[in-house]
């Protein structure tokens, strides 16, 4: 355990924060005792993983806890599938890779997503036409009120657009310690409805594209419109794509013939990086902080000395711009703390 560590190094946007205390679990013995250690004191616990999900604007006055649980196992699953369990500690695109090394179809679409497995079902990360529910079976947490594990099964966790029960009702009564998936061992459901892919893989002239051949052009893709962490501080996509509906969706055609959307149904969901690129936001710098040249979703320690507080600011000023001009409200995705 120790007293007045920098989080500096354990988020990708690279902010300088304090927490009063900070310690580094690798069981889930020692998480139950840190847990222990900071409920005598009545502290708050902030649950650090790749640190690619949240915004810290100031000190934290309670216990960080770093999740470091490692570990990668496997079952048989009839012929064509087998059950990989990932510890929550595992860096995700290793583990991607890991996968796509034994030929295990599933994840290849979700390629170089930051942060670690741990995280991936509170967000229910997704891209290319791919969600982590698509694969997910359960995952394992730790019940903060009892202090005893249980599972959660794919129906138990709500799943939804980058939503889950952990998101909402479940809010800080969980933590996730491992999660399995069913990945396929042949036969593999290969996805390139998205433009993108289906560009990369004409490009390099593959026809016939196998799921190693999907990873690469969603890494390629991911790697040629995103800034990596460790060059400019940033957590990704900084915002959701907002759900809005048809109705609405038809009335703005009308003011903006260009509107981009993707229809379901009653709703449609509208690009939210179109939306902030419209609003004259792409490239535009504010101090230490700016939205992406390439990628208006994605907003930038542009100088490597912002603060959160300037961060979270320059969204404020996103989200304000495209209520005035689209009357729709953008959320943050990431977690802000």
Same mark, same amino acid.
């Not at 990360?125 to 694969?135: K, L, M, S």
């Given at each position: 355990?120790?007293?007045?560590?920098?989080?500096?190094?354990? $988020?990708?946007?690279?902010?300088?924060?304090? /927490?009063?205390?900070?310690?580094?679990? @690798?069981?889930?013995?020692?998480?139950?005792?840190?847990?222990?250690?900071?409920?005598?004191?009545?502290?708050?616990?902030?649950?650090?993983?790749?640190?690619?999900?949240?915004?810290?604007?100031?000190?934290?006055?309670?216990?960080?806890?770093?999740?470091?649980?490692?570990?990668?196992?496997?079952?048989?699953?009839?012929?064509?599938?087998?059950?990989?369990?990932?510890?929550?500690?595992?860096?995700?695109?290793?583990?991607?890779?890991?996968?796509?090394?034994?030929?295990?179809?599933?994840?290849?679409?979700?390629?170089?997503?930051?942060? $670690?497995?741990?995280?991936?079902?509170?967000?229910?990360?997704?891209?290319?036409?791919?969600?982590?529910?698509?694969?997910?079976?359960?995952?394992?947490?730790? $019940?903060?009120?009892?202090?005893?594990?249980?599972?959660?099964?794919?129906?138990?966790?709500?799943?939804?657009?980058?939503?889950?029960?952990?998101?909402?009702?479940?809010?800080?009564?969980?933590?996730?310690?491992?999660?399995?998936?069913?990945?396929?061992?042949? @036969?593999?459901?290969?996805?390139?409805?998205?433009?993108?892919?289906?560009?990369?893989?004409? $490009?390099?002239?593959?026809?016939?594209?196998?799921?190693?051949?999907?990873?690469?052009?969603?890494? @390629?893709?991911?790697?040629?419109?995103?800034?990596?962490?460790?060059?400019?501080?940033?957590?990704?996509?900084?915002?959701?794509?907002?759900?809005?509906?048809?109705?609405?969706?038809?009335?703005?055609?009308?003011?903006?013939?260009?509107?981009?959307?993707?229809?379901?149904?009653?709703?449609?969901?509208?690009?939210?990086?179109?939306?902030?690129?419209?609003?004259?936001?792409?490239?535009?710098?504010?101090?230490?902080?700016?939205? @992406?040249?390439?990628?208006?979703?994605?907003?930038?320690? /542009?100088?490597?000395?912002?603060?959160?507080?300037?961060?979270?600011?320059?969204?404020?000023?996103?989200?304000?711009?495209?209520?005035?001009?689209?009357?729709?409200?953008?959320?943050?995705?990431?977690?802000?703390?």
């Amino acid at each position: 355990m120790q007293e007045n560590v920098s989080l500096q190094p354990y $988020n990708t946007f690279g902010v300088e924060a304090e /927490a009063r205390y900070f310690t580094e679990i @690798h069981t889930p013995e020692e998480l139950k005792a840190a847990i222990n250690f900071s409920s005598s004191r009545a502290l708050k616990t902030l649950l650090l993983g790749g640190g690619s999900n949240i915004l810290l604007t100031r000190d934290f006055d309670g216990l960080a806890i770093r999740l470091n649980l490692k570990g990668i196992s496997e079952q048989p699953d009839g012929v064509n599938h087998i059950l990989v369990t990932a510890q929550a500690g595992e860096n995700w695109h290793e583990f991607v890779m890991y996968c796509l090394e034994k030929n295990y179809g599933g994840l290849e679409n979700l390629a170089l997503i930051p942060g $670690n497995v741990g995280t991936c079902p509170i967000q229910n990360i997704g891209a290319y036409g791919t969600e982590i529910r698509d694969v997910f079976v359960r995952c394992n947490v730790l $019940n903060l009120s009892t202090m005893e594990t249980e599972d959660f099964e794919l129906e138990k966790c709500r799943f939804g657009y980058r939503d889950s029960i952990f998101k909402q009702e479940g809010k800080g009564q969980y933590i996730i310690l491992s999660v399995t998936f069913r990945l396929t061992t042949q @036969h593999h459901s290969i996805k390139t409805e998205y433009g993108a892919i289906r560009g990369e893989l004409s $490009n390099a002239g593959i026809a016939e594209p196998t799921i190693r051949d999907v990873a690469q052009a969603v890494v @390629h893709i991911r790697k040629s419109k995103l800034p990596d962490p460790k060059e400019t501080g940033n957590a990704g996509s900084f915002f959701k794509n907002p759900t809005i509906p048809l109705l609405q969706f038809e009335e703005l055609q009308i003011r903006f013939p260009h509107i981009q959307g993707y229809p379901n149904g009653d709703t449609v969901k509208v690009p939210a990086g179109w939306l902030i690129e419209q609003c004259g936001w792409k490239g535009k710098k504010i101090g230490n902080v700016a939205s @992406h040249p390439l990628q208006a979703l994605v907003i930038i320690n /542009a100088t490597g000395q912002a603060t959160g507080k300037e961060i979270f600011d320059f969204s404020t000023l996103i989200i304000d711009s495209v209520r005035e001009k689209f009357g729709i409200e953008l959320e943050r995705e990431v977690n802000i703390i």
